[in-house]
């Protein structure tokens, strides 16, 4: 059984910086296509960033220059450096994955239905 576990969230001031790290248990092979959702009180989960396993990544408006998304396939762990944190960037982020093609993987925006894995997620607090 395919687990995401996320870790390395908390609490930073604005303009700080955190990195998360997903690590995929149960896989035989890496997960082709993953990447990070959040989602703050009140909102719609948002995708922030996608990656597939060639090291191409793609990356939400509100995140570009801030924002990076790396990944390990040999540790089948998926990071995300997120620095210039802003109070907006506060939520809960999940890590998500899905066996597709390269294609699919970046086809269109983030949709939470289309991806069948997902962490329990980690709580990013920035304050002002």
């Known amino acids: 059984q395919v687990q995401l576990v996320e870790s390395g969230g908390g609490s930073v001031q604005a303009g700080g910086s955190l990195r998360l790290a997903c690590v995929a248990y149960g896989v035989s092979y890496s997960i082709n296509c993953m990447g990070w959702f959040r989602q703050a009180p009140g909102k719609e989960r948002e995708g922030v960033a996608r990656?597939?396993?060639?090291?191409?990544?793609d990356y939400a408006d509100s995140v570009k220059g801030r924002f990076t998304v790396s990944r390990d396939n040999t540790k089948n762990t998926l990071y995300l450096q997120m620095n210039s944190l802003k109070p907006e960037d506060t939520a809960m982020y999940y890590c998500?994955?899905?066996?597709?093609?390269?294609?699919?993987?970046?086809?269109?925006?983030?949709?939470?239905?289309?991806?069948?894995?997902w962490g329990q997620g980690t709580q990013v607090t920035v304050s002002s």
């Open positions: 998500v994955g899905k066996f597709v093609s390269r294609n699919d993987c970046f086809s269109g925006s983030m949709v939470p239905k289309e991806y069948t894995y």
């Open positions: 990656s597939y396993m060639d090291g191409i990544t």
